[in-house]
T-cell receptor, first 110, second 116 residues
Framework: KQEVTQIPAALSVPEGENLVLNCSFT??????LQWFRQDPGKGLTSLLL?????REQTSGRLNASLDKSSGRSTLYIAASQPGDSATYLC?????????FGKGTTLSVSS | DAGVIQSPRHEVTEMGQEVTLRCKPISGHDYLFWYRQTMMRGLELLIYFNNNVPIDDSGMPEDRFSAKMPNASFSTLKIQPSEPRDSAVYFCASSTGLAGFTDTQYFGPGTRLTVL
């Protein structure tokens, strides 16, 4: 059974710092991996989607990498801002559905 | 498009009552998903539909839960009778489900259910 783990569960950093969020999964048979952002009381917003054949994806200050063979992904956030404060969820797709980690709650202080 | 629409946004009910959650997917999306999010278990897939047909309901916790999709623009998730342990945030999501699974899912804002 696929399991997705995210470490750390919570992270607090000062504004301007670069940071890395980690995601690991137990079964490498995935079609893609996605990173989502969830703001309090709101739904999820997709940030980056990495196909299983890809190694990384970039969007603005965000860069996500995927090492399928080792079952790991990282989300790198450059020059963090208070507006980046949210919960970041990693999800893998064994098919049409998604299996989520429990997320990392990020707090960026000004 | 307005995105995925869910109603109500908040629902408070008493144990034993019937609860109906509603979802309108993004127009043109062939796949609809229902998820439940709790602190203990995180986000879990309950059921998903393709072209209004339920494909996989293995995540539905028990017979008290049922979901329908009578047409391409509307789906319901019903809990009857409700129990306090059903308290959670329920999300609906939709996608085009393109070949190769390249498309992401678009999530609604969720319904926060509290069963007293």
């Amino acid at each position: 059974k696929q399991e997705v783990t995210q470490i750390p569960a919570a992270l607090s950093v000062p504004e301007g710092e670069n940071l890395v969020l980690n995601c690991s999964f137990t079964d490498s048979a995935i079609y893609n991996l996605q990173w989502f952002r969830q703001d309090p009381g709101k739904g999820l917003t997709s940030l980056l989607l990495i196909q299983s054949s890809q190694r990384e994806q970039t969007s603005g200050r965000l860069n996500a990498s995927l090492d399928k063979s080792s079952g790991r992904s990282t989300l790198y956030i450059a020059a963090s801002q208070p507006g980046d404060s949210a919960t970041y969820l990693c999800a893998v797709s064994p098919g049409l559905d998604l299996i989520f980690g429990k997320g990392t709650t990020l707090s960026v202080s000004s | 498009d307005a995105g995925v629409i869910q109603s109500p946004r908040h629902e408070v009910t008493e144990m034993g009552q019937e609860v109906t959650l509603r979802c309108k997917p993004i127009s043109g999306h062939d796949y609809l998903f229902w998820y439940r999010q709790t602190m203990m278990r995180g986000l879990e897939l309950l059921i998903y539909f393709n072209n209004n047909v339920p494909i996989d309901d293995s995540g539905m916790p028990e017979d008290r839960f049922s979901a329908k999709m009578p047409n391409a623009s509307f789906s319901t998730l019903k809990i009857q009778p409700s129990e306090p342990r059903d308290s959670a945030v329920y999300f609906c999501a939709s996608s085009t489900g393109l070949a190769g699974f390249t498309d992401t899912q678009y999530f609604g804002p969720g319904t926060r259910l509290t069963v007293l």
